[in-house]
């Protein structure tokens, strides 16, 4: 039973690392399609200006 334990410990753990990335990464992903969004809502101004 140790043995099982063990091993379905292991197995989370494999499981639960890359799950764990992908959430990490999901978050400045949704950050740039939020930018990219309003970018595309509001256009440049001729020449830039009214930008940074």
Same mark, same amino acid.
């Given at each position: ?14 499981? /639960?690392?890359?799950?764990? +990335?992908? $959430? &990490?990464? #999901?978050? *400045?992903?949704?950050? /740039?399609?939020?930018?990219? +969004?309003? $970018? &595309?809502? #509001?256009? *440049? ?8």
């Amino acid at each position: 039973m140790t043995t099982r334990d063990e091993e379905r410990t292991r197995l989370s753990s494999a499981i /639960d690392g890359p799950a764990t +990335a992908r $959430e &990490a990464l #999901d978050r *400045p992903m949704d950050v /740039d399609r939020s930018f990219l +969004a309003n $970018e &595309a809502a #509001d256009p *440049p101004a001729p020449n830039g200006a009214g930008r940074p």
